[in-house]
């Protein structure tokens, strides 16, 4: 009997599957229109490389290679389904949120397709680039106007190259009048200057264009089970374990006062919406913040918390609680305790 075709298994037989055996590609897909449409705006510009776009584990370009991986969980609705099951949220499941990515991505592929990188002025505008990685935890300064704001998580503050290419993506979005968007901000002498380098290589063919060997990069041939158990992990992070003083506070109610409902169980049947609403005003991911609130599930059983009988659902206090936890490590690189 012939086995039924990969989109159509159940979640626990597709996750033996590799990546590789889905033959997964852009062309043919919903995506292609998107990347046309990346080409058709750097077209506009008067930019002749178009980067070539691949499917890849996440976003991303290649150390020295002017190509862009697309994040293979978008290519086909079945596995957009179970990312969101596995990560609770799909980056760039939107054409807005795509585009917003791709042309971030497409930045780095210019700088290094032109070498941008090497120009003096470029390091004295976004300052010296290194090979050493963009920071998973840095400690952005969200009021400052000496960025561009672009994607989440203030992430041009991360790193030279990041800065870079948030000011570019900022500049090829069209209907935007960044001029008047940034303007008083220091940031716009940065999209002044990428407008200029532009122009300058306008009409121009890239004059580095190294082949993108998929062998090289064989970042794809692994298991599903494989790639989400390595995410999860990265994106569990090294949160440490919440404060019982704090718990305690939120939960005060005695467990033998009539009817008084187990903290752990209110948190269970509120966890969506709290984790949406720490999500909404920290920006962090939602499975980091999901396991957050299943630790301090756990802690609340461990600790027997309750909520006093007749109290008022502590909604507000619990998300402001776990956000200023989120927004304090997102912004030190370390927990602080509330006061």
Same mark, same amino acid.
């Given at each position: 009997m012939e086995s039924p075709p990969w989109h159509e298994l159940d979640d626990e037989l597709l996750?033996? =599957? !590799?990546?590789?055996? /889905?033959?997964?590609?852009?062309?043919?897909?919903? *995506?292609?229109?998107?990347?046309?449409?990346?080409?058709?705006? *750097?077209?506009?510009?008067? /930019?002749?490389?178009?980067?070539?776009?691949?499917?890849?584990?996440? &976003?991303?370009?290649?150390?020295?290679?002017?190509?862009?991986?697309?994040?293979?969980? +978008?290519?086909?609705?079945? +596995?957009?389904?179970?990312?969101a099951k596995m990560m609770l949220e799909v980056?760039?499941?939107?054409?807005? &949120?795509?585009?917003?990515?791709?042309?971030?991505?497409? #930045?780095?592929? $210019? #700088? $290094?397709?032109?070498? *941008?990188?090497?120009?003096? !002025? &470029?390091? %004295? @505008?976004?300052? =010296?680039?290194?090979a050493d990685n963009t920071p998973e935890f840095y400690r952005p300064r969200p009021y400052s106007h000496s960025y561009v704001v672009h994607l989440d998580g203030w992430y041009a503050q991360s790193h030279p190259d990041e800065d870079f290419a948030e000011t570019f993506a900022v500049w090829l979005t069209p209907g935007l009048d960044w001029r008047e968007r940034f303007k008083g901000w220091k940031a716009l002498q940065k999209l002044e200057y990428v407008d200029e380098l532009m122009r300058s290589i306008a009409g121009q063919l890239p004059p580095y264009q190294p082949a993108?060997?998929? !062998?090289?990069?064989?970042?794809?041939?692994?298991? +599903? !089970?494989? $790639?989400?158990?390595?995410k999860r992990?990265?994106?569990?992070?090294t949160y440490p374990d919440f404060y019982d003083r704090d718990l305690r506070q939120?939960?005060?109610?005695?467990?033998?006062?009539?009817?008084?409902?187990?903290?752990? @169980? $209110?948190?269970?049947? %509120?966890?969506?919406?709290?984790?949406? #609403?720490?999500?909404?005003?920290?920006?962090? =991911?939602?499975?980091? @913040?999901?396991?957050?609130?299943?630790?301090?599930?756990?802690r609340c059983d461990q600790l027997g918390l309750h909520l006093g009988p007749g109290d008022a659902l502590p909604d507000m206090p619990v998300a402001a609680y776990i956000t200023t936890l989120v927004m304090n490590y997102l912004f030190t690189g370390k927990f602080k305790r509330t006061k």
């Amino acid at each position: 009997m012939e086995s039924p075709p990969w989109h159509e298994l159940d979640d626990e037989l597709l996750l033996e =599957k !590799k990546i590789t055996q /889905l033959g997964l590609t852009l062309t043919g897909t919903p *995506l292609q229109a998107h990347v046309q449409q990346l080409h058709d705006e *750097l077209t506009q510009k008067g /930019l002749t490389f178009h980067p070539p776009c691949l499917v890849g584990d996440e &976003w991303f370009v290649p150390v020295g290679i002017p190509a862009i991986c697309v994040p293979f969980f +978008l290519v086909h609705e079945r +596995l957009r389904k179970l990312e969101a099951k596995m990560m609770l949220e799909v980056e760039g499941d939107t054409p807005e &949120w795509f585009m917003r990515l791709i042309r971030h991505e497409a #930045a780095h592929a $210019y #700088a $290094y397709a032109y070498q *941008l990188f090497r120009k003096r !002025k &470029w390091q %004295r @505008v976004f300052g =010296k680039t290194s090979a050493d990685n963009t920071p998973e935890f840095y400690r952005p300064r969200p009021y400052s106007h000496s960025y561009v704001v672009h994607l989440d998580g203030w992430y041009a503050q991360s790193h030279p190259d990041e800065d870079f290419a948030e000011t570019f993506a900022v500049w090829l979005t069209p209907g935007l009048d960044w001029r008047e968007r940034f303007k008083g901000w220091k940031a716009l002498q940065k999209l002044e200057y990428v407008d200029e380098l532009m122009r300058s290589i306008a009409g121009q063919l890239p004059p580095y264009q190294p082949a993108f060997r998929e !062998k090289d990069f064989n970042c794809l041939n692994i298991k +599903l !089970k494989t $790639y989400y158990a390595r995410k999860r992990k990265q994106n569990e992070d090294t949160y440490p374990d919440f404060y019982d003083r704090d718990l305690r506070q939120l939960f005060a109610g005695a467990p033998e006062a009539g009817e008084a409902k187990k903290a752990s @169980v $209110y948190l269970r049947q %509120r966890r969506r919406h709290l984790r949406d #609403a720490v999500c909404e005003a920290t920006n962090e =991911k939602k499975y980091r @913040v999901h396991k957050l609130l299943s630790r301090l599930i756990d802690r609340c059983d461990q600790l027997g918390l309750h909520l006093g009988p007749g109290d008022a659902l502590p909604d507000m206090p619990v998300a402001a609680y776990i956000t200023t936890l989120v927004m304090n490590y997102l912004f030190t690189g370390k927990f602080k305790r509330t006061k």
